[in-house]
């Protein structure tokens, strides 16, 4: 739930694992293999492409070439990341990830991941 009208002046997402009003983002345009679907709730989002919030994807091998930098935050399922010429790095729940602008390589999500990410 994003919570606008919190003490302070900001927007929250309040216990964002267990979030259930996640829209409909579609099928992965990243995927490799067959459909991964997304699911996602934006907690900011800014005119220069800048944004915030949950994303949530079904299991599959996804294939990812960043123009913006990304952090994210599993809140639960995991993911392989493994950068071109790098070794996989296995990311699970609790575990924060920044992946910078320019980044190329394969995602492997294990079972449905979800995230908060911020994207800038």
Not at 87 to 93: D, H, I, L, T
Not at 99 to 106: I, L
């Amino acid at each position: 739930m994003t919570d606008k009208t919190a003490s302070i002046p900001a927007s929250i997402i309040r216990n964002a694992e267990n979030v259930t009003e996640l829209e409909d983002w579609g099928p992965c345009p990243e995927a490799t293999g067959p459909q991964m679907d997304t699911r996602g709730s934006y907690l900011w989002k800014d005119e220069n492409g800048a944004e915030s919030g949950i994303w949530e994807c079904t299991a599959g091998p996804s294939r990812w070439v960043l123009e913006t930098h990304e952090f994210l935050h599993v809140l639960s399922g995991s993911m392989t990341i493994t950068a071109d010429g790098g070794e996989p790095e296995f990311v699970g729940p609790g575990d924060a990830v920044f992946v910078p602008r320019g980044w190329s390589g394969n995602w492997e999500i294990h079972e449905t991941l979800r995230k908060v990410f911020v994207i800038f």
